[in-house]
């Protein structure tokens, strides 16, 4: 585009300014129609650590991640992202603490009738003015942000099209670069590859692990297959009916911890493959 | 339903239904219902013809008084060509009124839209305000409105915008709002989650997915504004309306034949018009 700005430099392929660390203590969380979904779950997550959470459907898995940025309210206990306490940030304080925390989701997200580009300078509202965003005015910095995020995830050849007209695959790299825009001190996926064939899961599962590696990004991702949890994460995590039932190391997790946190025989559907 | 044809069980085909036990389920209890509704809905619309408790439908009514209108509409089959000048000014004045209260009514509709529908306005004090107060507008028909606003602000073409812009706005808001509720609420989220404020994930997040039922709605509007602004100047809201009432007065039949004909063809060719850019904005 036009002049990129000297702060442009500073753009997504540099290391995160610092990482964030995560601790729970006895944290609870309970939707209003009486689930409990979480229960006492007592965490520490180091910064820069890559960590799968793992479960079946309704272990909690998607629950934990969305108590991390604050889109489900804790219900009791303690929960300390980046020296915040979430239980009692609100406003525009936790919108401070969102802009910190990229996050990925299953069913990417993406605005289908914006422009990729549009959509993945929606990582950058935590750091625009209001105004600005209404009147669809984008600094030439954060668009410049926007291009290397892109370019880091190998699409920004894509960055005019329209985003339903993209991929499975594509979109989830432009849901990438969305939460990369964001310059994130924090990342969180929750079953970034569900809903993508395997060589394209195989792909977005390396952007992540890149993402761990290069920047130093704490990473944590929902997965509910044993060998991805195992190939591209170093910590895992496995709920059951809310609570922690395994905390190890991912690879040399066995057969028997993934049938202990399923609470069932393995079965062929649990392993992705190449 | 219960499975006639040969089922592809463990016996193949070797051995028929002899060898199958088919376990159907129990059929669902409740079919009479669609029934019941049907019958009570044809028993409320025979009370509604009814002398006693409805509008006493009559075809005796009709078949005794036809022939008071039948001279009329005679009239009306021979259109005045030569009154067709004089039509011209208030027809354009026609357009120019629809068009800019679609505008108007448009850009105002826009951010109520988005209050009113619980994916874009969460908060449900503020929406229930919003559409409590739509609703009262929609109530009010724009007939009414304008002949209130000639009373207020003069006959003219003035009063006929405003009372179009209200009743385009009751419209627009409630459709629009109506198809946001049935969007992903998936790009929302992310904005959220990325620390965008509730302005912010609908403008970023949530409006480039409105705008297709926005424009929809816009051009819908448009076509009933046309129809519209011709009554509008029954009560001296500027427009064809004002002619419309004129010759009606002088009885002449001939030459409201001929607004009817050109407010028919001007539909028309909206219509044409605007059902060409919604096959594009698919």
């Known amino acids: 585009m036009s002049i990129p700005a000297p702060s442009a430099a500073a753009g997504a392929t540099t290391p995160a300014a610092a990482s964030w660390a995560i601790s729970m203590r006895d944290l609870t969380v309970r939707y209003g129609n009486g689930v409990t979904a979480l229960k006492n779950v007592s965490l520490d997550i180091a910064a820069g650590e890559m960590v799968s959470v793992v479960g079946l459907s309704g272990s909690g898995k998607s629950s934990l991640i969305r108590t991390i940025n604050g889109l489900v309210p804790v219900t009791s206990g303690s929960l300390t992202v980046g020296n915040r306490d979430l239980a009692t940030t609100r406003g525009r304080d936790l919108r401070a603490l969102r802009g910190g925390i990229g996050m990925i989701f299953q069913s990417f997200n993406l605005a289908g009738r914006a422009s990729v580009l549009d959509n993945v300078l929606v990582g950058r509202l935590a750091h625009t003015p209001t105004w600005r965003t209404l009147l669809g005015l984008h600094r030439p910095a954060e668009k410049q942000l926007a291009f290397e995020a892109l370019e880091s995830v190998g699409i920004l050849g894509k960055c005019w099209d329209r985003a339903s007209s993209l991929s499975g695959g594509q979109q989830q790299r432009v849901a990438i670069a969305r939460a990369l825009t964001q310059q994130p001190q924090l990342m969180l996926a929750d079953e970034p590859v569900a809903s993508l064939d395997p060589p394209t899961a195989h792909a977005v599962m390396n952007d992540l692990r890149r993402i761990n590696r290069t920047l130093g990004i704490t990473v944590i991702t929902n997965v509910h297959l044993m060998d991805l949890a195992r190939t591209y994460t170093t910590r895992m995590i496995g709920l059951r009916a809310g609570e922690v039932v395994y905390d190890g190391p991912a690879a040399s997790a066995t057969d028997a911890d993934f049938e202990a946190i399923y609470g069932r025989s393995i079965a062929p559907e649990d392993v992705l493959g190449e | ?282």
């Open chain 2, 1 to 282: 339903m219960t499975t006639a044809a040969p089922s592809p069980g463990p016996a193949g085909t070797s051995a028929p239904a002899t060898a199958l036990t088919l376990i159907i389920p129990p059929r669902p209890r409740g079919r009479w219902k669609p029934w019941v509704a049907v019958a009570v809905v044809l028993v409320i619309t025979l009370i509604t013809f009814s002398p006693q408790w409805g509008i006493a439908f009559s075809f005796e009514a009709i078949a005794r008084n036809w022939q008071n209108g039948a001279g009329k509409i005679a009239l009306l089959l021979v259109p005045d060509w030569s009154f067709f000048p004089r039509t011209i000014p208030p027809l354009i004045e026609t357009l120019q009124m629809a068009v800019i209260a679609t505008a108007m009514g448009a850009i105002i509709s826009l951010p109520l839209s988005l209050w009113a529908a619980r994916l874009t306005n969460p908060h449900p004090v503020l929406r229930g305000v919003v559409r409590t107060v739509l609703n009262i507008v929609r109530a009010v028909p724009e007939l009414l409105y304008a002949a209130i606003l000639v009373a207020m602000v003069g006959v003219g073409a003035l009063p006929g915008i405003i009372a179009l812009v209200l009743f385009n706005v009751g419209i627009i808001v409630k459709l629009v709002s109506e198809a946001i509720e049935s969007n992903d609420a998936g790009p929302l989220e992310a904005a959220r989650a990325a620390g965008g404020t509730g302005a912010q994930v609908n403008r970023a997040a949530a409006l480039p997915d409105v705008w297709p039922a926005f424009a929809n709605q816009s051009l819908y509007v448009l076509e009933l504004n046309v129809r519209a602004s011709t009554v509008l100047g029954l009560v001296g809201a500027g427009g064809l309306g004002l002619l419309i009432d004129a010759v009606r007065t002088f009885y002449r039949y001939d030459q409201l034949s001929l607004i009817i004909l050109e407010i028919l063809v001007v539909v028309v060719v909206i219509d044409v018009i605007s059902s060409t850019i919604r096959k594009r904005l698919v």
